[in-house]
């Protein structure tokens, strides 16, 4: 046992298949979800500790006085009952994006994930970590931000107790591997980033709008349901079945923030614009090519490996033009974290 050290861990965002949305206690799911890990969109974070106390936060080289208060206050909180050994040590952070900031992609997933990450080697390393390293470090993700519990997986990930898993879970996420269709172990994920502008309505307070919400109950019963439905689809090489329960699940999603008691919309009128023409070009190629949306205005294009050309050369000359300053990502389903070297 050291009692000064560091880690450095990279990983990646999660796009949920199965929307999250509503939660209660301690950032536990109203409905369990179902996501896909990208590969390139990821947060590597670097953790530096030694006796003493204090936090210093660097995010790109710089201080961040936005990002630096919500750590300070999520390890304040972990440090009464998670991880009271924090209370000991002075930490340094420093976290960087692959993904361009204020690019509208959320960091959250990423950002928690690399942390909790770092944090559950340095209990490791204090000889302190009991049970199973990853469902340890999916659990303190989660506690930072919900969705980035499915990040420190590979592939899929599922978070929140249902029938259809053994061993699943509300506390953390578990990966889903058993009998994937080789059909959905390659898929594509070009994100349309249609406004890098921040959401007028945070994740926390649209998870909030669903308490009361008059039509909380039969989303989260549609949700159960569309996760039973798409565990068997992925065991087949069905993408019409898969696309037809993602879209819908994404303007469910949409449709719960549009008549909650304050409704709001993150949909931009681009948005609506890109859906539409996936919709006429899905009509006229016959291609397996759907969408996810995320709590925001930018479209995920998902498709399989197969006609990744096809759809790039689509996407530069027919849906750049509704994206903001012609800007989109090429990422696809990845193999979860990696433990970089600290001190190079
Ligand atoms: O993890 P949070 O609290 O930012 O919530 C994210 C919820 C969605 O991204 C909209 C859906 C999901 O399951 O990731």
């Keep these: ?3 000064a050290g560091g880690f450095r861990w990279q990983c990646p965002s999660n796009i949920a298949l199965i929307k999250y949305w509503g939660k209660h206690g301690n950032q536990l799911p109203a409905n369990p979800s179902l ?3 990208l590969d390139t969109a990821h947060t590597i974070t670097t953790l530096a500790y030694k006796p003493g106390s204090g936090l210093r936060f660097l995010f790109e080289g710089k201080e961040n006085p936005a990002f630096s208060s919500r750590i300070e206050k999520f390890l304040k909180s972990l440090s009464f009952e998670e991880m009271p050994f924090l209370k000991d040590f002075e930490l340094k952070l420093e976290s960087e994006n692959s993904f361009p900031h204020s690019s509208g992609i959320a960091s959250s997933a990423s950002g928690m994930g690399a942390l909790a990450l770092c944090l559950v080697s340095m209990e490791e390393e204090l000889g302190l970590l009991k049970g199973n390293f990853m469902q340890r470090a999916s659990h303190i993700a989660r506690l930072g931000s919900g ?6 997986y590979g592939n899929m ?3 929140g107790k249902t029938e259809s898993i053994p061993g699943s879970s509300d506390q953390y996420a578990v990966v889903v591997n058993d009998n994937v269709n080789p059909a959905f172990s390659k898929i594509k994920d070009s994100i349309l980033i249609i406004s890098k502008g921040k959401k007028p309505v945070s994740s926390t307070a649209g998870h909030a709008l669903m308490d009361g919400h008059a039509y909380a109950e039969s989303r989260f019963t549609h949700a159960k349901d569309n996760l039973a439905k ?7 090489d069905d993408w019409t079945r898969f696309g037809q329960i993602v879209e819908q699940e994404a303007l469910s999603l949409h449709a719960m923030m549009m ?3 304050t409704p709001y919309l993150l949909m931009e009128p681009n948005t609506i614009a890109v859906i539409r023409a996936i919709w006429e070009k899905r009509a006229k190629e016959n291609w397996p090519l759907y969408f996810t949306l995320d709590a925001g205005p930018n479209v995920h294009l998902l498709y399989p490996e197969s006609i990744e050309k096809e759809v790039e ?3 530069n000359e027919e849906l750049v033009v509704y994206c903001e300053n012609n800007y989109w990502i090429s990422d696809k389903i990845g193999n979860g974290p990696l433990n970089l070297k600290y001190g190079y």
Excluded: D, E, K
């Design 35 to 37: 996501s896909i890990t």
């Design 313 to 315: 050369v689509y996407i």
């Design 1 to 3: 046992m050291t009692q």
């Design 259 to 261: 008549s909650s008691a």
């Design 157 to 159: 990930a599922l978070w």
């Design 230 to 236: 798409l565990l068997n689809v992925i065991q087949t």
């Design 147 to 152: 969705s980035a519990c499915r990040s420190v």
